[in-house]
Nanobody
Framework: QVQLVESGGGLVQPGGSLRLSCAASGSIFSINFMGWYRRAPGKQRELVAAITSGDSTNYADSVKGRFTISRDNAKNTVYLQMNSLRPEDTAVYYC???????????????WGQGTQVTVSS
């Protein structure tokens, strides 16, 4: 059974940095899309950053130039490097991976458990 395990959240001062990781465990044939979403209190979930199997990336306008998404296919892991953090980045961050468990099976969407990021002085 595939599970996504997130790590790296925490409390950081404005201007600081954090690196989130999301590793998929279990038997996996291939991974297509990988992404990071966040949900702030009182707001809807939003896509923060995404990366395709061809390493094309996409970012929310609010994080462009500050956040970097990357992937390590050998480790089935996606990362989110967050620099110059702001109080408005405070949210629960969720990773998402669209993957195929076995050859011939359909693409399925998996989610991490969420990790809290708090930016505050």
């Amino acid at each position: 059974q595939v599970q996504l395990v997130e790590s790296g959240g925490g409390l950081v001062q404005p201007g600081g940095s954090l690196r989130l990781s999301c590793a998929a465990s279990g038997s996996i044939f291939s991974i297509n899309f990988m992404g990071w979403y966040r949900r702030a209190p009182g707001k809807q979930r939003e896509l923060v950053a995404a990366i395709t199997s061809g390493d094309s990336t996409n970012y929310a306008d609010s994080v462009k130039g500050r956040f970097t998404i990357s992937r390590d296919n050998a480790k089935n892991t996606v990362y989110l490097q967050m620099n110059s953090l702001r109080p408005e980045d405070t949210a629960v961050y969720y990773c998402n991976q669209d993957l195929i468990v076995r050859r011939g099976e359909p693409l399925r969407v998996y989610w991490g458990q969420g990790t809290q990021v708090t930016v505050s002085s």
